[in-house]
């Protein structure tokens, strides 16, 4: 996740259940130069999310292009989605 | 009591006159099989703590001979004789500590059978929609289709909404599709039903928030109390990550 600096990245992090301590010591050691939902259950819930953590990445037009995928291959498509932008052209 | 189960003997799939027809819902009183459970439930805590406590594997073994459900079958068995489904479904569901393996498959195709063949109307039916819908190892993926087919011919009103809903909950879980277009029938021709309700949702998370889909935004707010919108991410390649604890 740290690697992807491009302007064009963003992480949106929803979280859900924590208490306001538990969320807090979760993300004490962690950057937060990100968007991090605090209380997010509703929006979990309307996704159909039921475990944790699910991850759904979205192209820069909002469609969901992935799911449920982590580390290496969460890298990949992420990857492939910002090649996809450089072969664009810009609008 | 003896009379309410000799009529629902005589009149299988019969409309009660008093509901409206578009419910069309079969009320069976199940007294008997209610108290017949809770007998069992009482039987079975107090054989599971005598299991616990036992000392040795003799006595283990002793105890196992005598594991409730088997000592209940019979009196389920009078019961669904009687014209009890839910007694079947209960056959169903203890089949394993009672029957060999080998011989289960056959007796869930009899009971099943019988299960929709006369109880399909009945309010507490999507239980076994549920069960049926989740077999894998003791029915076959053909006589599934077959039964369900047959059942969305036969059954009307609320019963037909929910063997709608368990064919697309199957079809959904065999991976094909073709489960959407059941949830679309379901919305369509019975759209004040529950089964309806609880399928839209499931629709829902199926069509909005499934990959190739272009989901609806959503707003939150950060611990500390700014908020954050997902469209505002437009022209960026997003990753939501949602995360916590049960």
Known sequence: MKRHKADAFALVAVNCHDSEDEYRAGQGELETDYASIFDGASIASAWGVNGFPTMFVLDTEGKIRFKNVRGAALDEAVQELLDELKEEPKK | MLLTLALALISPVSVPLALPSSALERFEDDSAYEELVDAYEDSYQVWRKELKDADGIKARR??????????????????????????????????????????????????????????????????????????????????????????????????????????????????????????????????????ALAGKWEYDRLTKFAVGASPPDFKGETIDGEEISLYANRGKVTVIDFWGYW
């Open chain 2, 62 to 195: 002793a105890l196992r001979e005598r594991e409730p459900a088997k000592l209940f079958r019979p009196r389920f068995e009078a019961l669904a004789e009687a014209g009890s489904g839910r007694a079947l479904v209960w056959i169903i569901e203890h089949a394993r500590k009672v029957e060999e393996r080998k011989q289960i498959p056959a007796l869930k195709e009899e009971l099943y059978g019988k299960l929709f063949e006369s109880h399909l109307s009945a309010d507490w039916f999507e239980e076994v929609i549920n069960l049926y819908i989740k077999e894998r190892r003791d029915v076959s993926a053909e006589a599934i289709e077959a039964t369900l087919a047959s059942a969305l011919e036969r059954a009307e009103g609320y019963a037909r909404a929910r063997v709608l809903l368990g064919f697309a909950r199957y079809r959904i879980a065999q991976k094909c599709n073709s489960g959407l277009e059941f949830y679309e029938q379901l919305m369509k021709e019975h759209p004040e039903s529950g089964s």
